[in-house]
RNA sequence: GCCGGUGUGGUGGAAUUGGUAGACACGCGGGAUUCAAAAUCCCGUGCUCCUAGAGCGUGUCGGUUCGAGUCCGACCACCGGUACCA
């Protein structure tokens, strides 16, 4: 028996002691060539704010669970760590604060790294990066030009939210209420030369792929399905009426023979001089017609292109309407003030969201007709409608007011004609007082009469198809992902542009394109477009004069392959073999903010890296598990002057007191810590006070992990209380020759029941981390703990219940697992032990506790052996004092035995 | 509006998936120890009734069942996502 001492748990001193030995072992660094079967553990990696927050100690220390049993278990486990360090907040801090994003960038990691690693997590810190450093944006250019020569980039003008006043693009989340989010000027759109990745390629893919990941959140799936927005219907083109619109032809003095241009110039001039002398003259909407068929001739020649997902709904159709971004739309506004005047009123609802929501609708009749494709000698008339959409489908729809609920309103307020199509299957319709979109048979649909709802479908689409006037299509709503950004501090977009022959590919030789480190912040816009030399190369084709794109890439493009990086050892380029051999990762955690953009981005780019032949990754998706964390919420307090610190405020008689100015507090929400709201908490702090073990504990126990957790100081110290009882139930423990491996296999009595409690919290802790139930294994890890601190023995059953706990323990609170480990007598660390085995037996029972109910209502209970026929039950159950006293001689009608579980007398 | 989620003591939350509702923790009350405090340990703690015991109790109303927090139907509230997506 080895000599006691007794001495406090101090964390401050055995936690970087315990750091220090794990990183001389080496236990963390993950073997590319390993035997074992793999499993590799991934959570977001975090931008290098300057700051570590308690929502990073909560995401990392889920990780570190997983991590940590999965090597108990086993497994060569991957688990790195890196920076997302690219990006806008490093620029701003050099226009404001002065000095350089990269300098900035380097110091945050810097100071971000120290406090990462007193938390102790499980890390490989050999394959860490920063995705500014040359050597990843390195790789991520030869990545860009491969996914070119796949045909999975290109470039075209589009529309870009530019800020005037600070001469930059701005991403849509950056424009609030239509002004730039830093210099609060009009956001103007502008047409400007972009960079895209092809996602749209992937689109059918990348929702199918959905349904295999099995261990992704339901919701996340759900989002990424809606956002891509798949939709199946036809394009149908709907041919100019020459008749309808003849009938106006008087008010535009046309005369035979005369041709429509003619007439229409003659009538645009006489309207310039209408202009000219301030006379706008409204036109009714049947003149407007003539000139719509006019500039529809110039615009459309082949007709108005509507889309649709419900051809089935054709004969119930009774107008058309156009986005007021519609190409035709603009042709009319040239030439009618009404147009232009609707257009603004349109656009004046458009940009607060609230506004959008409860917008009425509002239209314009053009005048136009157009011909029904279906019905001899029916025309529909040309709205332009504010509910129609340029930047889906086509910009212009059909509407059918019976069957879907804009259009019903619509026509409500314009008096047009409702014609129900589609007869619901449960009774006759009555007055319609809204659309109905279900499904049904057709009616008054001449040859879809009878057809179902998919069956009309199809049909309409094949007689559409046969008449050529459309076809049927796939709608998504996903776009492609513009990726060019006028920043400086990012990937820059390996491309040359010369002007004999165009956008040119920097050739891999060339690479890096590197940032220049020489740049000035003092005005506004892209540094890399003011810099001496950067612009200026000679084009790889032709040798002539020719100029560097100065775009860089979004920051997106960053973190949509980190992962497979990690797989490589340091400093090698991009590994193949390595990043097949390690993806995909097993286990993904992070927040669900990124439940569309990250995740979306990272799928389609694995898919982009194995069509390159980079990587073989035959299903493409890099994250075969995905958990997505709640936050670390914290009470608010606030005075007239503003939020106060909640460490600040006290209660007096029941009044909040702001302790250093004395005025009385509120309490306000419970929310997501944040610097303005003045709830954070600085990890730095915790560590310092109560260590990492605490931090990690508080923030993985109570609540489940998918939840939001709240912080409270009552709760730190309930974990702090918790480790130091662990610790004295170690010390009080007297070291045997087997240590914390012992197994106590000859137990009896007390101990018997030790050894069970033990056993059954193993299976329960194991259940509840395999789940990612993190709350219920904690539970389990305090109950076996309670059921310690009540045991006397100093036996076997003692140190093998005690050797659970540590091992149990280890994944959570790493650092008191090591010294009680140590102080056991364990071999070893406890961070390459393997998880203890569990011993099935000890889970079941020789004597149960079997509650008894009558008629469904608990009388009593009685204590039999666990496989005592049922009728011997029965009796026993029948004759248990207070159950026989319920029962009062009534004739018993029925009795229930569940063996093992429960009995119910029906009286 | 649509999609997803949640609703259980004073609080965070458990509940082997239809079988003792409230594990575990926080808080609170009482006690032990202490000159005292901290720490620690013990007891109690869903609500109501005077105890043995009984009644009520998992958002609401109804249903299935010997038995419902769990299954079914209808609703309510809150949270998240999303939106004139044709």
């Not at 069956?455 to 992902?481: F, N, S, V």
């Not at 390159?612 to 990754?617: A, D, E, K, Q």
């Not at 610097?675 to 109560?690: H, L, M, R």
């Not at 204590?863 to 001689?889: C, F, H, Q, W, Y």
Request: a negative charge; proline letters at 6%.
């Amino acid at each position: 028996m080895a000599e006691q001492t007794t001495h406090p748990y101090n964390p401050a001193e055995t936690e970087p002691r315990w750091q220090l030995a794990w990183d001389e072992a080496e236990c963390f660094i993950a073997k590319n060539d390993s035997p074992k079967p793999k499993f590799y553990a991934l959570e977001m990696f975090p931008y290098p704010s300057g700051r570590i927050h308690m929502g990073h100690v909560r995401n990392y220390a889920m990780g570190d669970v997983v991590a940590r049993y999965k090597r108990a278990r086993g497994f060569e486990v991957l688990h790195p760590m890196g920076w997302d360090a690219f990006g806008m907040p490093a620029e701003n801090a050099a226009i404001e604060t002065g000095g350089h994003p990269k300098d900035w960038t380097y110091g945050n990691i810097e100071q971000m790294r120290a406090p990462m690693k007193r938390l102790g997590f499980a890390l490989d810190w050999s394959r860490e990066f920063a995705t500014c450093d040359v050597d990843y944006y390195t790789e991520q250019q030869r990545i860009f030009l491969k996914f070119w020569e796949k045909g999975l980039v290109y470039s075209k003008t589009a529309k870009v939210n530019w800020d005037p006043v600070d001469n930059t693009v701005l991403a849509n989340e950056q424009v609030i209420d239509g002004k730039g989010w830093r210099s609060g000027a009009v956001v103007e759109q502008r047409d400007m030369e972009q960079w895209f990745f092809k996602i749209t390629e992937y689109a059918d893919e990348l929702i199918e792929g959905l349904d295999t990941l099995d261990r992704w959140p339901e919701k996340v799936r759900t989002m990424q399905r809606n956002w891509i927005g798949k939709s199946e219907g036809c394009r149908i083109n709907f041919e100019i009426d020459e008749l309808g619109n003849s009938q106006a032809l008087d008010a535009f003095g046309y005369q035979d023979g005369m041709s429509l241009k003619t007439m229409l110039d003659g009538f645009l001039s006489k309207r310039a001089e209408d202009i000219a002398a301030r006379r706008p003259r409204q036109l009714k909407p049947d003149d407007r017609g003539v000139t719509a068929a006019w500039a529809w001739a110039h615009t459309y020649p082949d007709g108005i292109q509507v889309y649709t997902t419900r051809p089935d709904t054709l004969f119930g159709a009774s107008f058309i309407a156009l986005s007021p971004d519609h190409p035709l739309t603009k042709e009319l506004a040239a030439a009618f003030p009404e147009v232009v005047d609707f257009q603004a009123e349109c656009a004046k609802i458009g940009t607060s969201e609230e506004a959008i929501a409860q917008a009425p609708k509002l239209g314009l009749d053009t005048g136009l007709r157009v011909d029904h494709p279906f019905i001899k000698d029916k025309t529909l008339p040309v709205w332009i409608a504010n509910f129609v959409l340029m930047g889906y489908g086509t910009g212009a729809i059909f509407g059918c007011p019976a069957h879907d609920q804009r259009d019903f309103d619509f026509a409500t307020k314009y008096g047009l004609p409702i014609l129900p199509v589609v007869q619901s299957d449960e009774g006759e319709a009555g007055e319609l007082i809204e659309a109905y979109t279900g499904d049904g048979t057709l009616i008054n649909s001449d040859f879809l009469n009878g057809l179902s709802k998919d069956d009309g479908i199809r049909a309409a689409i094949e007689k559409i198809e046969e008449m050529g006037y459309g076809e049927g299509t796939t709608q998504y709503r996903l776009r492609d992902w513009g990726v060019s950004r006028q920043r400086y501090w990012g990937c820059p977009i390996p491309v040359i542009h010369c002007p004999k022959c165009g956008a040119v590919p920097v050739p891999e030789a060339d690479l890096p394109v590197e940032l220049p480190y020489d740049i000035e912040f003092d005005s506004p816009g892209n540094p890399l477009d003011r810099h001496p030399t950067f612009k200026h190369c000679t084009c790889p084709k032709c040798g002539g004069e020719a100029e560097r794109e100065t775009d860089t890439l979004d920051t997106f493009a960053d973190s949509s392959w980190y992962y497979a990086k990690f797989a490589g050892k340091d400093g090698s380029p991009f590994d193949k073999k390595a990043a097949s051999d390690w993806l995909p990762v097993d286990q993904y955690v992070g927040g669900v903010e990124h439940a569309v953009l990250h995740l979306l981005y990272s799928r389609f780019f694995t898919r982009g890296l194995r069509d390159c032949g980079l990587i073989n990754l035959p299903s493409g998706e890099p994250f075969a598990g995905l958990f997505t964390q709640g936050m670390v919420t914290h009470a608010t307090y606030e005075t007239d002057d503003g939020w106060v610190l909640p460490a600040d405020v006290t209660e007096k008689d029941g009044v909040l007191i702001h302790m250093p100015t004395g005025k009385t507090a509120t309490k306000g929400d419970v929310i997501k810590m944040s610097k303005s709201k003045k709830n954070t908490v600085d990890p730095n702090d915790i560590i310092e006070t109560y260590g990492a073990d605490v931090a990690r504990w508080f923030v993985l126990s109570d609540s489940p992990p998918e939840r939001d957790v709240e912080w409270s100081e009552d709760g730190v110290r309930g974990a702090w209380n918790f480790q130091k009882k662990v610790w004295r139930i170690v010390q009080s423990t007297n070291v045997s020759d087997h240590g914390p491996t012992t197994i106590a296999s000859d137990a009896k009595g007390d101990a018997l029941t030790l050894r069970r409690a033990a056993h059954k919290a193993l299976a329960k802790i194991t259940e509840g981390i395999e789940a990612f139930r993190f709350n219920t294994s904690v539970a389990q890890i305090y109950e076996l703990t309670n059921a310690l601190s009540k045991y006397d023995g100093q036996d076997a059953a003692r140190m093998e219940a005690l050797g659970i706990l540590i091992r149990s323990i280890a994944p959570f609170m790493p650092h008191l697992a090591e010294e009680c480990w140590a102080q056991l007598g364990g071999e070893g660390l406890v961070a390459t032990a393997d998880w203890p085995t569990l011993d099935e037996a000890m889970l079941v029972e020789d004597t149960v506790t079997m509650p008894i109910q009558v008629n469904g209502k608990r009388r009593g209970e009685i204590s039999v052996p666990k496989d005592m026929p049922k009728d011997e039950v029965e009796a026993l159950a029948l004759s248990e004092p207070n159950v026989a006293r319920t029962i009062d001689g009534a004739p018993v009608r029925k009795v229930i035995v569940v063996p093992g579980r429960i009995v119910n007398i029906v009286i």
